[in-house]
């Protein structure tokens, strides 16, 4: 027996508008895309009713908090909230407690992903042991367990040599390098952007130079080691200037962008109490808003990210100055971004989901990511045209750290199918 998803929609290539298809899924796979009306006997059928039909979203940026932080979230909980935002595959942070510089705990986080995990989880391993930027972990090893590239985030890589190393031994092993971009000699308690809002607030803010200062040496380092190098969380104008210019001379840098930096500037923070407005990098000037969007639409950004990045209410209680850095992203990506780029005419639906599944895939080599016959059925059914509220209650993470609490959006995910198997539906 296989399933049927009927009367779905699918963008078609080059056209700015969407085609209803009949999808036949077996044994895992998109066994068939077609127009005609099918016969479905003997088969289960799902009705989509004129739902958009996607390739489930690929985040190659998030935090899913075990092992150590399971009250902040949990394999389990991270990978739902994943999933009803429509995502299938998502790539993991290893700034947990203990940090993913072993194989070991690579391991752990595989079999918690295997056993509880409803999406696919990709690890990354760690660039230095603890991540105290000293002393490299064994690349080697932590690939042939299963690392998908190495990574520090959550902190910058201080050191100019120990990232030209890293980057060295990363690329002998063809492996990507993954940025957390920041100087900490410039940063120093910043807990906001230097802009109107730390002025205005007698706030020390975080300048642009503490993100693209790591840009630039990062792409010099680049072009010397030959590694892929790909650029967390770009906020910054500065940092979109590198990166354009290094693309321009050939030298392999990629970079991600998130949500909360496409659409939110520093004047937009309510006040000093409201710490669901914390993140790094911050939120930056309208003029980096306006980079980021112009990055992103010209392809010196490729791809898109949550950054999904869990807290306790607790701990985002503290304020704006004392709550830890981090939002949350899975659950309200799609809709944010349907609703404010290609609701609006900025962007077509085809370039929004193309930063969101085939791009990230191509970047990193991951076979998921497209709608054909023959690929795994990783797919997601969105609702374009309900309007529906961001209610953090609802979320599935046990984070409810947003930004956009109450915005009202199009663009809500409603049944996310990984290798043929329903895992989540409204
Ligand atoms: N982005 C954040 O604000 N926080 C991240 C760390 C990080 O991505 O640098 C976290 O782990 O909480
Ligand atoms: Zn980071
Ligand atoms: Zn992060």
């Known amino acids: 027996m296989g399933t049927w998803i009927i009367n779905g929609r699918v963008p078609v290539r080059g056209q700015n508008e969407l085609a209803t298809r009949h999808l036949f899924i077996e044994d895992g796979k998109i066994a068939a895309i077609g127009s005609d009306v099918p016969d479905t006997n003997g088969h289960e059928v799902i009705d989509a009713k004129g739902k958009l039909v996607s390739a489930g979203f690929i985040d190659m940026h998030v935090h899913l908090r075990e092992p150590g932080f399971e009250y902040k979230e949990t394999i389990a909980t991270g990978t739902r909230s994943a999933a009803r935002g429509g995502y299938t595959t998502i790539a993991c942070m290893p700034n947990t407690r203990p940090v993913i510089d072993k194989v070991e705990t690579v391991k752990y986080v595989l079999d918690k992903a295997e056993k509880e995990g409803i ?48 980057m060295a031994l990363a690329a002998s092993m063809n492996m990507p390098v993954i940025a957390h971009c920041e100087d900490n000699t410039l940063v120093e308690g910043g807990a906001v952007s230097e802009g109107e809002f730390a002025r205005k607030h007698g706030l020390k803010g975080i300048p642009n130079e503490s993100e693209a200062i790591h840009v630039g040496r990062d792409i010099l380092l680049a ?204």
């Open 119 to 166: 999406v696919r989880v990709l690890p990354y391993g760690c660039i230095s042991k603890n991540q105290l930027g000293r002393e490299l972990t064994d690349f080697a090893a932590l690939k042939e367990a299963g690392v998908v590239g190495f990574t520090d985030d959550g902190v910058g890589v201080q050191s100019a040599q120990m990232m030209k190393d890293a």
């Open 223 to 426: 072009e010397a080691t030959g590694v892929h190098y790909h650029v967390c969380h770009v906020s910054a104008e500065q940092s979109v200037r590198l990166i354009r210019h290094g693309k321009q001379f050939g030298i392999k840098v990629t970079s991600e962008v998130c949500p909360h930096h496409l659409l939110l500037s520093d004047e937009d923070i309510p006040g000093v109490d409201d710490a669901n407005w914390k993140m790094n990098p911050p939120l930056r000037t309208p003029k980096d808003v306006e980079a980021v969007i112009a990055g992103l639409e010209d392809g010196t950004i490729d791809i898109i990210v949550t950054d999904h990045a869990p807290h306790s209410e607790e701990e985002k209680a503290r304020g704006l100055q004392m709550a830890p850095f981090g939002i949350v992203g899975f659950e309200t990506a799609f809709p944010l971004l349907y609703t404010k780029f290609v609701r609006t005419g900025r962007w077509t639906l085809e370039f929004l989901l193309d930063r969101m599944t085939s791009k990230p895939a191509e970047l990193f080599g991951l076979p998921w990511g497209v709608l054909e016959v023959g690929r795994e059925a990783d797919l997601t059914l969105i609702d374009l045209d309900a309007e529906k509220a961001v209610e953090p209650s609802e979320f599935l993470s046990k984070g409810r750290n947003t930004p956009f609490t109450g915005w009202k959006l199009y663009g809500w995910p409603s049944l996310t199918m990984v290798g043929g198997k329903t895992v989540w539906s409204e």
